[in-house]
């Protein structure tokens, strides 16, 4: 009898398994498609000033390694958003949930205009990271405008953060998807002087990307403030928009952790990108190139970790613990999978994929071996990002943001530098040590996760 109720009660976790990744990959689906249309933006500008020559595509390489970990550390204080609106919600308080948009967008916007202003007055110094001459010449009137739109793309993540931490995330994936054929017509107006416009090349791709991000952060600051939908939070506005210095400190206690979490990772990427320049342009747009297609493929991870971060922070907020590890252990297992199929496709087309951004044979060469690598690092690469969203979601941030920077910085990217420069297997090198750095990165904070959840264990 005891064998059987064991039998029965684990066959109804397994159950319980199913239907919360049924639940999460439901969540996440909206995120996934605008963290894609997102990443696409940056795909579509690398493919249009690759086609002109592949120095316009490192320029543009150098600029978003410059630019990847302040803009980063950006995007993780915009988690705290929904972060705390999704406790907030599951409390089912939503004059409270109003105050933590109010607050949060505020705390959010002055970090963007630091940041931004930091960028654009910094990037001069891009002539001190020992590049090619002539790929910083062009680096620099892009970088001044990428870091402007720095502003209206923190905004629109920051309302975005709102509106998924209760469970809407459709509106901002609609309005990402309509950014992508805007970026289009204007990348192909103003880089390639269409239709009378001038020919600014890669600095058109920069003015391209202002006017996109200015018009998606509007238009979903218009349906945030008139839809229905959000009606009930903005109604409250007079008594919940007023700032206060406890919640502040609320909001920082998740944002910068998590700024450091993903700056440190996206901080790995940029300076083993900017090693890799200093080997020359051809290596900088294989590396680009590469790290172009694995940035694809982890947003899916990243919008996975952001559905089971908000629902894992929403039960916390019930204090169901048990959810809390169901709802983990099923997103766990839901990215193995999906990193098991990223690994197997690009091993399969690591030869076809740099075609699409460059026909510069060395580079197509290198790109073609990097990929090789990229898809060694897959699964880690899902797991890690859904260990650190899951224990975001429970309130622990600090110990994980500790054993991200030993994974990335004093693992990762020692090992790779000595790979690169004393074992002389240069870009190669570098890939390697990323590569151990995200699978350390994964063994530690999923350990933590379940050594959190532990008490819930059957």
């Known amino acids: 009898m005891g064998y059987l109720t064991l039998q029965s009660f684990l066959a109804s976790v397994s159950k319980s398994m199913k239907n919360e990744a049924s639940q999460t990959l ?9 963290e894609l249309a997102q990443m696409a933006l940056h795909l579509i500008d690398s493919a249009m000033v690759g086609a002109i020559s592949y120095k316009q595509l490192a320029a543009a390489a150098l600029v978003i390694n410059a630019m990847n970990i302040p803009f980063v550390i950006g995007i993780g204080m915009t988690i705290s958003v929904s972060q705390m609106v999704s406790l907030a919600n599951g409390r089912r308080d939503s004059q409270l949930v109003s105050h933590y948009l109010f607050n949060g967008f505020c705390l959010c916007a002055l970090t963007a205009l630091a940041i931004s202003l930091t960028l654009v007055f910094g990037k001069d110094l891009l002539h001190n990271l020992g590049q090619d001459p002539e790929v910083v010449t062009l680096a620099i009137p892009f970088m001044k405008l990428m870091g402007l739109s720095i502003i209206p793309m923190l905004l629109f993540m920051t309302l975005k953060q709102f509106a998924d931490g209760l469970e809407y ?4 994936m609609i309005l990402s998807l309509a950014g992508m054929p805007l970026n289009i017509l204007l990348n192909w107006l103003l880089i390639y002087g269409n239709w009378g416009f001038p020919r600014l090349e890669l600095e058109g791709a920069g003015w391209a990307t202002l006017i996109t991000r200015s018009c998606m952060f509007l238009a979903l600051a218009a349906v945030v403030l008139k839809h229905k939908t959000f009606s009930r939070y903005i109604a409250v506005s007079s008594s919940q928009w007023k700032l206060k210095a406890q919640t502040w400190r609320e909001l920082l206690h998740i944002g910068i952790p998590s700024s450091l979490q993903i700056g440190m990772e996206a901080g790995a990427f940029a300076v083993s990108g900017i090693i890799i320049g200093t080997l020359g342009a051809v290596a900088q747009a294989a590396h680009q190139i590469a790290l172009s297609s694995a940035s694809l493929t982890f947003m899916v991870s990243m919008g996975l970790a952001q559905a089971g971060s908000i629902r894992v922070s929403n039960a916390l907020g019930r204090k169901d613990w048990f959810k809390i590890f169901v709802i983990g252990k099923s997103t766990i297992l839901t990215a193995l999978i999906y990193g098991t199929i990223c690994a197997i496709l690009f091993a ?3 030869h076809q994929i740099p075609t699409l951004f460059n026909k510069n044979t060395e580079v197509l060469a290198l790109s073609a071996l990097l990929l090789l690598f990229a898809a060694v690092f897959q699964i880690s690469d899902s797991t890690q990002a859904i260990g650190a969203g899951l224990l975001r979601g429970i309130k622990d941030v600090k110990t ?3 054993l991200i920077g030993i994974a990335y910085w004093v693992i990762g990217i020692p090992v790779g530098y000595l790979f ?7 870009a190669v090198g570098m890939w390697l040590g990323l590569i151990l750095g995200l699978t350390m990165a994964s063994i530690f904070l999923i350990t933590r996760f379940f050594k959190m959840t532990r008490h819930s264990n059957i």
Do not use: Q, S
């Not at 996440?28 to 605008?34: D, E, N, Q, R, V």
């Not at 995330?169 to 901002?172: C, K, S, V």
């Open 26 to 34: 439901k969540l996440a689906l909206p995120i996934i498609i605008g």
């Open 169 to 172: 995330t459709r509106t901002a």
């Open 348 to 350: 399969a087309f690591r």
């Open 400 to 402: 994980p943001t500790i």
């Open 420 to 426: 690169a420069f004393h074992f002389k297997m240069g």
